[in-house]
């Protein structure tokens, strides 16, 4: 993974073999108790926090890190999760799990879903594995693809460490190699390398961890918003990878773009220092300027700048990523946050 993640958990004393909870005190994790619900968030996107809504029995559904989370067409929300017991939690709405598969996937992060001629699939990343897997909503693997023997950069196969994918509307695959080398890799719907680009430096085409990628047609173009997040903001591409634009969020280390009716919404699992839990989720308008920060402070600009946000001390551990439902609900997996279930935020 990330250096900075190694040095958090050297900090926090878990690479020593030490047990260290920074979640005591905090709440509960693993069982069901009386809350009161806050509110959080900023302008026309409050939240009420739901800390119990995904809450399982650890015995039977456990969890490690949560990563992401996507929402199929029956409204069942699919989540990624570490534990060697079940890679995937299949959620109903209500919070309560339907099923789980997958044992495959012990590093399970990205998760993309794409409807092809009215059936869906999932495109899991697996940094640990180095693999990205194709399979049905029930886990029938369709294709794999590994390592990129066509880029010579990659020297060794432990070199790959893909964290997401997007899916274009002819079905080309694009994979962020986030924990790797940082290029965008494009294949098409089967799996045929067709080109890469980006990889790690600081110019306009490079990226420093391209943790998240989403297919952007909002303003009626198709075009790519990739993270590059420990640059702290965006880069928007075209889909034969020529740079449009960078969008910067001080302080914001990002993890995946997701759209929802024009807005972007996406969780910022860091602001300042790893080992304090400082994360948020930030809401930008279809401008590209926040509008709300939910565990954070109201967002601010000194003209054009965003100033850094403030976590409000309560709200969340390291989230990792948000699904948003059709009444603009939000769902939020989080990593390495002492084995929490993903909670909810009601819109208001």
Known sequence: MKKTRRQFLKKTGLAAGIIISPFKNIYPITKKVIYKNPIVG???????VDRNWGVQDPSKFP??????MVLDKKNRIFMTTTHPKNNILIYDRRGKVLDAWG???PGAHGLTLNDEGGEEFLYITDPETHKI????????????LATPKEISNYKKKDQFK?????????????VADGYGLDFIIRYDSNGNYIQHFGGKGKENHH?????GITLDSRDGNNSLLITSRTAN????????????ETINLPSCFICRPVLKNGNLYFAVIVTRDWGTYDGMLAIL????????MPGGNKPTYNGSSLIPPIYDQKTFFNPHDVCVDNDENIYVPQWNSGKTYPLKLTRV
């Open 103 to 105: 044992k495959e996937f």
């Open 233 to 244: 903001c965006f880069k928007r591409f075209t889909l034969d990878g020529k740079h449009i």
């Open 207 to 211: 990226f420093d961890c391209c943790h």
């Open 162 to 174: 893909p964290t997401e994918t997007a899916i274009a509307p002819n079905g080309d695959i694009y």
């Open 42 to 48: 900023h302008g026309d996107f409050k939240y009420k």
């Open 133 to 144: 897997c194709k399979t049905t909503l029930k886990g029938r693997k369709i294709f794999e």
């Open 285 to 292: 308008d279809k401008n590209n300027t926040v509008v709300s």
């Open 63 to 68: 969890v490690n890190d949560c990563h992401e």
